[in-house]
């Protein structure tokens, strides 16, 4: 059943991305425990905007958990505490009545702060450009049945595939490392026979782009996959590490 | 073929050779003539992404925007259920004519007959393309490609990854950009809306869109253009979209002169969670793929507030299974919804609302175990659990329609050209494929068709049929269009007044879903298009936006967008008032057999109404592009 | 060859493998080196047999030693190359409100520190068996010259060594709780069923290994207050 729960929240605001940034205080009342914690934004945000005060701005879109648009670190967790969750489907009965709610932007030298909550996570781009497809051309194609799929190599792909690009990974890692997404693409691609022909230059193009974007490397902390809103795991960077050493022998 | 001028340019010859024919006829552009075009698309969902890809690596200099921080987040990335092809894998009859007949029908026979034979004929081509991607769909132990089925078939022809298949093939997709923006084909601008088209000569040459992050205005001028930015549903406000989704681009195009076909046929999802609270910002589609193996019921009594697992089988309701035996709760997505509605209206919806239904999986569960369906929904009961904090595997999930897709867009010629030469529209943005109605697992078929396969066909007979004048992005139009964009900028920004945007928007959203949603008449379209204007107006008078237009400004972009909605919600509604008959997702309340199915006119209206702008607050004028059936023969839609 | 390579020096895939395979040489050395001076329980004859036996093939012994040494300059050298990166990238210690989600531990943050403590170690270490002028007086117990026994007996009488020696084999211990399992995943070994039992076992390992090394002084210590050894 819904409650109505009033929460103080301590925000970072930052007008944009050379100025420097604070954290702000405001009072959140009335606010429904069904809702999301990004509605729970929008209503501060109108509250806000009624006074005058610019919103709070952050990234969102589909707001079902798909996009990978949204994203900030809540009491100190990427996306908030509760396991495989994005923020926009963090729902506030997670909270309680009266709790304090502290709201930073992901940070980590990859993802400059654009403003407030909202940071440039383009460097993922750049690192599929590098080779994180399949180099085939409209209309190459072979009929879908040629090459069958075992059922656990599509299985494994599919699970890697499932990353969003929200970039928690990089957010709760504490060397800010982006081996979990980049090891998931890698791995999709790497374990389907489609993939084989590109194999080795996509891990080495693709850790090379990842480390020229200035993030961290890997300490295996596995903060990555506790955070990672889609339950991507660390296997992937086992997988892409074996790859990448395979790749670096045979150079 | 033409009427009012309007020139589908459908090719002759029998149907299944149209597209074979036309492709031969087509003027071609050399190899090494195609870099020197310049191609701008806006959009990177499943239609602009396929056709920026694809028409880069034939050489073409292409141009790519989007709103979001990458062309992967759009919202093509929410599709869950899957994708239709007539691959006919599971040997139960299926076949590029069946895909056919099956979407025409389902269109409500408003959809041409041409393109809606192209598209199930691109169909299979489609999904070869995206397995060598490496799209992982669904596979089979013997490592083939396995298929589920999906509302308004009888075969079983949709490819799935998981719930998760318009994010699957919007990264094939996405990536196959990504490679063509490496070899520098593609230039990527991410974070820019498009405000408006350029139009020099009378040929649509460029766009002005705004760079959300420093807010400035730039120009952009190409050869031709594409708009590929997806549907309009969010004028209801609260819809299955993404909160971006918006009809600016098209709008913006529709007043520069092209004209915006059929702005009524929006669909109405109907396994959706229902709305809970007035801070809701949007809705959650539960797929349809879980109407496979749910049972949609209510109560036989009215107001029965025992749990579900009190109401014994026989006093529960499986309304659809009764109403059309053969399809069960698989009948097309208008249908089921207006039936939950019907129920609701009757007194039988459950929740706390009554503005509900059950979709149960008790027998389904039963019958497969629950690892079964925990395989195949794994991640929707987990999502609806998340929102409802319901466990669906006990409690049946409660469902109620929403507004999730918009048919109508604007017009396309066969060639997906709109009148306005030179602007081509691709995907949910025009008007083409799905009639009055889209069937499941169509759109993405349709957005990956028109972009991988139709368009770099068809842009290049456009391009060799055409001369362009060399311009620059200084030219005077642009300089125009960009002046007239920040005077819109600047107006929102000095209004200053009480109410914000999203409050506008959701009194026009609501206003929009009580008139012209589910069921619509007469006197409520009547009420709508005086109420509109009003909103309008006060918009423009109390309007508050915060900030300045030189820097990220969230709410600016929606005011901007809302703006567009108000204008754009007026044509809706009265494309809605013309069309006095019942055809797939538009349901006039008058126009209905007596047991409430929707009653066609096919002497009058068996027509695509196309809208020609004629000003704010003047009546528009209705092109109609008369539509002709020789294959698939009128006949009322029957799913008993 | 050295310019088809360097893009690898700069990979920190690459770097962090060097640190794996270095690291699992290292361990390697560090368990034959436990087993090794267990045989102090053996008695005196035992022991300083163990040490000839060692010190006979002096060449067999060099080309272990460079490769020791080899390994330890690599490991120790990216380490501290990969740690400087990493303070760069705006990681750690970033939020206002400091906390995880459960996985990263006291261990993993520390092993720069732990590392390190070992390397200054390392130097009174040799400095203390292996380098430095053996006297009589330092190998004799009760009058009785017993060499390399003798020498660690009476090292560890000193209750100062004895701490530093304890604080040292506990940094290792807690250097591999997480470098054993580490390793496993940087070289690529990843299996659904084997890596969470690696996972343990590393933390497992890591404490046996620390509990080990600890036998030794304090075994000394308690035999020493009981009269000390027989000789
Ligand atoms: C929840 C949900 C589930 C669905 N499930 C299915 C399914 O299972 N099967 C199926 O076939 N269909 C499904 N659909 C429908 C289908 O997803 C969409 O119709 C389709 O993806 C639209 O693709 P598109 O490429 O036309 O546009 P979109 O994916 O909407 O992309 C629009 C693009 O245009 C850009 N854009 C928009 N406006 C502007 C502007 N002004 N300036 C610059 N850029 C702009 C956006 O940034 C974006 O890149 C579903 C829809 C929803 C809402
Ligand atoms: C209680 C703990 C320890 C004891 C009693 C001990 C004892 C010894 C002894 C007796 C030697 C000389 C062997 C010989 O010359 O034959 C030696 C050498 C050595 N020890 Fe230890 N050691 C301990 C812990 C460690 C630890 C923790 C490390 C490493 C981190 C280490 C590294 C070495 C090295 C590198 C040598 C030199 C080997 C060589 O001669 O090449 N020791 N140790
Ligand atoms: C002497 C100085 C040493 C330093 C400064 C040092 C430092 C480090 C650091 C910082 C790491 C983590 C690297 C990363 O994950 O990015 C590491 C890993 C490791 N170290 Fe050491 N270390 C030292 C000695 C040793 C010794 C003596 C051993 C073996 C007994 C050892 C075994 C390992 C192992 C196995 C790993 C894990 C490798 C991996 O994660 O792949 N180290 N070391
Ligand atoms: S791996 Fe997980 S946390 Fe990282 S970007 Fe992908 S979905 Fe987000
Ligand atoms: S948390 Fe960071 S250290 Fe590696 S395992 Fe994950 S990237
Ligand atoms: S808004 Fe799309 S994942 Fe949260």
Redesign the pocket.
């Known amino acids: 059943m819904s409650r109505k729960i009033n929460l103080t929240l301590k925000v970072w605001r930052q007008k944009n991305a050379s100025s420097s940034g604070r954290f702000e205080t405001y009072e959140a009342k009335g606010i429904d425990t069904d809702a999301s914690f990004l509605e729970m934004l929008d209503v501060v945000n109108e509250q806000l905007e009624k006074r005058g005060v610019e919103p709070i701005a952050f990234d969102h879109d589909c707001r079902e958990g798909i996009c990978g648009m949204c994203g900030a670190v809540v009491n100190g967790m990427a996306h908030g505490p509760e396991k495989e969750t994005t923020l926009c489907q963090l729902h506030m009965r997670k909270f309680k009545d009266g709790d304090t709610i502290t709201i930073e932007p992901w940070r980590a030298n990859g993802f400059p702060i654009v403003r407030d909550l909202v940071c440039d996570r383009s460097a993922f781009d750049r690192i599929i450009s590098a080779g994180g497809f399949i180099g085939v051309r409209t209309g190459q194609a072979p009929e879908a049945h040629s090459v069958p799929v075992g059922k656990d190599k599509a299985d494994w792909a599919m699970d890697a595939a499932e990353c969003i690009g929200c970039g928690a990974c990089v957010a709760a890692c504490p060397?800010a490392s982006a081996m979990l997404f980049v090891s998931a693409k890698v791995t999709h691609l790497n374990v389907l026979p489609q993939g084989q022909p590109e194999k080795n230059k996509r891990v080495l193009g693709m850790v090379s782009q990842m480390d020229a974007e200035g993030f961290g490397?890997?300490?295996?902390h596995y903060e990555c996959e506790a955070a990672c809103p889609k339950g991507i795991s660390v296997k992937n960077i086992a997988k892409m590490n074996r790859d990448y050493l395979a790749a670096a022998i045979k150079a | 073929m033409s009427s009012n001028g309007l020139d589908s340019r459908v090719p002759s010859g029998p149907i299944a050779e149209k597209w074979t024919r036309h492709k031969f006829d087509m003027k071609l552009v050399n190899p090494a003539n195609k870099r020197k075009y310049t191609i701008i698309c806006v959009g990177t969902g499943l239609a602009g992404a396929s056709a920026s890809a694809s028409l880069s690596e034939l050489g073409y200099k292409v141009k790519t925007f989007c709103i979001q921080d990458s062309p992967r987040r759009a919202h093509s990335i929410a599709a869950q259920g899957g994708i239709n092809a007539a691959k006919n894998y599971q040997n139960d009859g299926d076949s590029v004519y069946r895909l056919f007949y099956d979407t025409v029908k389902g269109g409500d026979f408003r959809a041409r007959e041409a393109n809606v034979y192209r598209l199930a004929e691109l169909s299979v081509n489609i999904i070869d393309q995206c397995v060598a991607q490496g799209v992982p769909f669904a596979r089979e132990y013997g490592g083939l490609l396995d298929n589920r089925s999906f509302g308004g078939a009888q075969v079983s022809r949709t490819f799935y990854a998981r719930g998760q298949t318009g994010q699957q093939l919007l990264l094939g997709a996405y990536s196959a950009l990504m490679k063509e923006v490496a070899k520098k084909g593609v230039e990527l601008y991410t974070r820019r809306e498009m405000l408006d088209i350029i139009v020099i000569d009378g040929k649509a040459r460029g766009i002005v869109v705004r760079n959300l992050i420093t807010g400035k205005l730039e120009s952009h001028v190409g050869d031709a253009v594409i708009l590929a930015t997806g549907g309009y549903g969010n004028v209801f406000y609260l819809s299955t979209n993404a909160k971006a989704c918006n009809v600016t681009a098209a709008w913006r195009a529709h007043k520069k002169g092209a004209y915006f076909a059929n702005p009524c046929y929006t669909q109405i999802h109907p396994t959706c969670i229902p709305v809970h609270g007035d801070y809701q910002s949007k809705l959650t589609l539960m797929s349809e793929s879980l109407r496979n193996d749910g049972r949609i019921w209510v109560p036989k009594k009215q107001g029965d507030t025992r749990s579900p697992d009190q109401i014994p089988d026989a006093e529960r309701d499986y309304y659809l299974e009764r109403k059309y035996p053969s399809f069960g709760n698989l009948a097309p997505r208008d249908i089921s919804s207006r039936s939950a509605k019907e129920q609701c209206d009757a007194g039988r919806g459950v929740g706390s609302t009554g503005q509900a239904v059950y979709l149960d999986f008790r027998d389904a569960i039963n019958r497969l175990g629950k690892d079964v369906i925990e395989a195949r929904y794994g991640n929707l009961f987990q999502m609806y659990d998340r929102i409802v904090d319901n466990d669906p595997y006990k409690v049946p999930m409660m469902i109620y329609p929403a507004v999730h897709y918009t048919m109508g867009g604007l017009w396309v010629d066969y060639n997906l050209m709109s009148n306005l030469p030179g602007l081509h529209v691709l995907g949910e943005a025009n008007f083409s494929d799905h009639g009055a109605n889209r069937l499941g697992a169509s759109a993405l078929m349709q957005g990956l068709a028109d972009g991988y396969f139709v368009i770099p066909y068809t842009i290049g007979h456009y391009l060799a049929s055409n001369k362009f004048e060399p311009i620059g992005a200084d030219h005077a139009e642009c300089k125009n269009a960009e002046a007239e964009a920040k005077k819109r900028i600047d107006t929102l920004l000095s209004i200053k007044g009480k109410r914000t945007v999203d409050d506008f928007h959701r009194e026009l959203g609501l206003l929009c879903w009580d008139k012209c949603g589910m069921g619509r008449n007469k006197a409520g379209l009547e009420e709508a298009l005086q109420k509109i204007p009003a909103i309008r107006e006060e918009f423009w008078s109390n309007v508050t936006v915060v900030g300045s237009g030189e820097e990220l400004n969230q709410s600016l972009e929606r005011a901007g967008r809302v703006a567009d909605f108000l204008e754009f919600g007026e044509l809706m509604v009265r494309d809605a008032l013309h069309r006095e008959e019942s055809c797939g997702g538009h349901f006039r309340e008058e126009h209905q057999t007596e047991d409430g199915e929707a009653k066609r006119d096919d002497a009058n209206f068996c027509y695509a109404g196309a809208w020609e702008f004629s000003g704010i607050g003047s009546t528009p004028n209705l092109h109609k592009e008369q539509l002709e059936f020789n294959e698939v023969h009128l006949a009322t839609r029957s799913y008993k | 060859m050295i310019t088809k390579l360097a893009p690898f020096f700069r990979s920190s895939v690459f770097?962090?493998?060097l640190?794996?395979?270095?690291?699992?040489?290292?361990?390697g050395?560090?368990i034959v080196h436990l087993a090794g001076n267990f045989i102090i329980f053996l008695g005196p004859d035992a022991f300083n047999h163990y040490s000839a036996t060692l010190h006979a093939v002096p060449e067999l012994l060099w080309i272990a030693r460079v490769i020791l040494i080899v390994a330890?300059i690599v490991?120790?050298y990216?380490?501290?190359v990969?740690?400087i990166e990493?303070r760069k990238s705006g990681g750690a210690g970033r939020y206002a409100v400091k906390t995880t989600h459960g996985e990263t531990n006291f261990a993993?943050k520390f092993?720069?520190l732990?590392?390190?403590?070992?390397?200054f170690?390392?130097f009174l270490h040799l400095a203390d068996f292996t380098l430095g002028e053996k006297t009589v007086e330092q190998t004799t117990l009760k009058g009785v010259d017993l060499g390399l026994y003798g020498l660690v007996w009476n090292s560890f009488l000193n209750p100062f060594r004895v701490v530093v020696y304890l604080a040292a084999v506990w940094c290792?211990g807690m250097?591999?709780s997480?470098?054993?399992q580490?390793?496993?995943?940087?070289?690529g070994f990843y299996h659904n069923r084997y890596t969470p039992q690696i996972r343990s076992a590393s933390l497992v390992l890591g404490a046996v290994?620390a509990a080990g090394f600890s036998l030794i002084p304090v075994v000394i210590i308690v035999r020493h207050l009981m009269g000390g050894p027989t000789v």
């Open positions: 060397n490397n890997c300490s295996n | 770097k962090k493998q640190v794996a395979i270095t690291g699992l040489i290292l361990v050395f560090i330890a490991h120790i990216f380490t501290i990969l740690t990493n993993k092993m720069i732990t590392g390190l403590l070992l390397f170690f390392l290792v250097h591999l997480h470098g054993i580490s390793m496993f995943q940087s070289i290994i």
